[in-house]
């Protein structure tokens, strides 16, 4: 069973349009949870880095919320533009773990059309 | 900026063959790592090392191999390359040991490799 899953698979929206992903998540505890951009054939990109005691964290046009109760994040991208188009990945850190423990999801494909 | 620097984009590979995918990183850092990247599936780690001549595995290590002589580059290798092991490759380095708060993992573009 996925213990980090998104949501959704993938989505497709108009340029200055927003839009919000999903990561659940079942880890606990944990210690922080990532968000990364990854653009095609390149690796991912760091966006946000949320500790588990944190509620939010912005990144420009980019922010991520964390309700620790329902093990939900979010990221929320506003007035998307077409360089937003890439993969979105959301890795939760365990709270006993290094970064040989970090549990990735599948991603989540944006695609920003004109 | 930390620069983590893959040796090829696109690798193709026959079944059998040995298969070596370099990595490198201007930062200094302990840690390095490779991942790899399949459609549908979260990254998934092969093996990971925290210094020079060490090595563990990680989630998936059977079919691989690691070599770590100098502190800036790791490599993997693929002793004879199958076609389930046709995916794209991603290294990453870090500094410290544990994933600190607030401490990013930096990730190169990635090979894809296909084994015909």
């Known amino acids: ?114 | 900026d930390v620069k983590v620097t893959q040796s090829s984009r696109y690798l193709v590979k026959r079944t059998g063959e040995k298969v070596f995918l370099e990595c490198v990183q201007d930062m200094d850092h302990e840690n390095m790592f490779w991942y790899r990247q399949d459609p549908g599936l979260g990254l998934r780690l092969i093996y990971f090392s925290y210094d020079v001549k060490m090595k563990e595995k990680g989630d998936i290590p059977e079919g691989y191999s690691v070599s770590r002589e100098k502190k800036e580059r790791f490599s993997l290798i693929l002793e004879s390359a199958s076609t389930n092991q046709t995916s794209m490759y991603l290294c990453a380095s870090s500094p410290y040991r544990r994933a600190r708060e607030g401490e990013k993992l930096f990730f190169g573009s990635g090979t894809q490799l296909s084994v015909l």
């Open chain 1, 1 to 114: 069973k996925n213990q980090v899953e998104q949501s959704p698979q993938s989505l497709i929206i108009l340029e200055g349009k927003n839009c919000t992903l999903q990561c659940n998540y079942t880890v606990s505890p944990f210690s922080n949870l990532r968000w990364y951009k990854q653009d095609t054939g390149r690796g991912p990109v760091s966006l946000t880095i949320m500790t588990f005691s944190e509620n939010t964290k912005s990144n420009g046009r980019y922010t991520a919320t964390l309700d620790a109760d329902t093990k939900q994040s979010s990221l929320h991208i506003t007035a998307s533009q077409l360089s937003d188009s890439a993969s979105y990945i959301c890795v939760v850190n365990p709270l006993s773990g290094g970064y040989n423990k970090l549990i990735f999801g599948a991603g989540t494909r944006l695609a920003v059309h004109p």
